[in-house]
């Protein structure tokens, strides 16, 4: 990858490339916590930080791991960063830990972590492997407090509801009540309101991909006037 | 040849090892203390939301002795009974109950008898119902729960003690029987258990210290 940049890395974490969105990887901790905004907050940062650590620590020292052993002692260093990112959870935000519970631990299990790992930071100079990890790590967690958000809209209508649990007692005021006494849409909550979320979002995403694109297409046809460059719809 | 390779190999992978160990050690040790004490300061919030603090004067984490009895108390293994006391007087007992047959599986429970038999307070540590109806059962969903205060066996009789399906007195949800009829099942085979067993409860010595810090 000689022609690596940082905009490119950017670019593709957080859009092109997006774990949730287009690979499609991690969808068992994303589906199961992200009923609400702040859950998927606690994960999404929880995931970030560990993406960050194991993508500084792999690409330091990805010319002494032997390819032989590099992918268990790549696991080894994801689930010692998440062991002491749980511990760390446990003890200064007890409460959201309570709650996030098995899926924090089932962090080391997120796919798109090893293939970060492997695919980029084993290969990147360890700044260009740090801004990786925190692109993905944003992607990722964009995608998991954007449909939180949704759910929690949808399914209780409220925002931010229970964002003491993550920011003390002084966040309270954070919590917004956008419909005072709803009913509550009991499907967003449950898993199939996940799954029917995240497909919408997928659809929401390659249709303004695909608007840009046809877009771009008619700007340079217009431009063009070689009439063999001519997009097939003009003719 | 060979076995040089697969010495240097082993030797990288149980550098790593040692590595990752430590720092996950290192993380243990530096928050150990820290995760004890938020644990501690989560339970007594719940323990004082039953039993305020104007009402006892005892270290209320320590004063505790754990029973067991399946039939009453929903759990063959120990259950927790923390003691509250005021001047060495004893003023209630809060059980760490289990209502076993709650729609998603147990449901964990916090029972506040006073010592005269009446109910201080009930509250749900953690359960698995169905979010939007059977959840309402949780303090900050609805006042439900706390229909169960200063209740006891002597307000009403064993056909009372239960939901109002079944001729009994306590609310259940519109969709949702199953969750509040396990819970009030539960709450009064509590207070059963604490009338055939007041004196026990209040007078068994704590458990020594190592043994209840470990959950």
């Known amino acids: 990858m000689s022609n690596t940049s940082y905009r490119d890395i950017a670019e593709q974490g957080l859009w092109q490339n997006n774990v949730a969105f287009v690979q499609l990887l991690g969808l068992c901790p994303l589906l199961a916590v992200s009923n609400n905004t702040i859950n998927g907050l606690g994960l999404g940062l929880a995931t970030l930080l560990v993406l960050l650590c194991s993508n500084l620590t792999v690409s330091l020292i990805r010319y002494w791991v032997r390819p032989e052993v590099r992918v268990p002692v790549f696991v080894m260093i994801i689930a010692s960063f998440v062991t002491a990112i749980d511990l760390l959870m446990s003890a200064f935000m007890h409460d959201l830990h309570k709650i996030l519970g098995i899926f924090i631990p089932l962090i080391v299990t997120n796919c798109a972590i090893i293939a970060r790992a492997e695919a980029f930071a084993s290969k990147n100079s360890p700044g260009y492997a740090l801004w990786d990890g925190l692109m993905m790590g944003l992607g990722f967690m964009a995608v998991l407090v954007v449909l939180g958000a949704l759910r929690e809209l949808l399914g209780q209508g409220t925002l931010f509801d229970q964002a003491h649990l993550m920011f003390g007692s002084g966040a309270a005021w954070l919590t917004i009540t956008l419909f005072d006494d709803y009913q509550g849409f009991l499907l967003a909550i449950l898993p199939p309101g996940a799954f029917i979320g995240l497909g919408l979002l997928i659809a929401a995403k390659n249709w303004l991909d695909q608007s840009k694109r046809k877009r771009t297409e008619a700007t340079l046809a217009t431009s063009n006037p070689d009439p063999l460059r001519l997009h097939p719809d003009q003719s | ?215």
């Open chain 2, 1 to 215: 040849m060979i076995v040089r390779q697969i010495l240097i190999t082993g030797a990288i992978l149980g550098g790593f090892a040692i590595i990752g160990s430590t720092l996950v050690a290192v993380t243990y040790e530096a928050t150990e203390e820290r995760i004890e004490q938020a644990h501690r300061e989560a339970l007594l919030r719940s323990l004082h939301e039953l039993v305020p603090h104007e009402r006892c004067d005892n270290d209320l984490y320590h004063d505790v002795i754990e029973v067991t009895d399946k039939a009453l108390l929903g759990s063959h293994k120990p259950t927790r009974v923390y003691r509250a006391r005021k001047s060495g007087e004893p003023v209630a007992a809060l059980f760490t109950s289990i209502a076993p047959n709650g729609y998603g599986g147990a449901i964990k429970l916090l029972v506040a008898i006073n010592y005269d038999g009446s109910l201080a307070g009930v509250r749900v540590l953690q359960h698995h119902e169905t979010p939007g109806l059977g959840d309402d059962i949780e303090a900050q969903r609805s006042d439900w729960i706390l229909s169960f205060n200063n209740h006891s066996l002597s307000t009403l009789s064993s056909e009372q003690w239960r939901v109002e399906k079944d001729g009994g007195v306590f609310d259940q949800f519109t969709g949702a029987t199953i969750t509040p009829r396990a819970i009030v099942k539960a709450v009064h085979h509590t207070l059963k258990y604490f009338q055939q067993h007041r004196e026990m409860i209040f007078n068994t010595p704590s458990m020594p210290r190592e043994v209840e810090s470990r959950e």
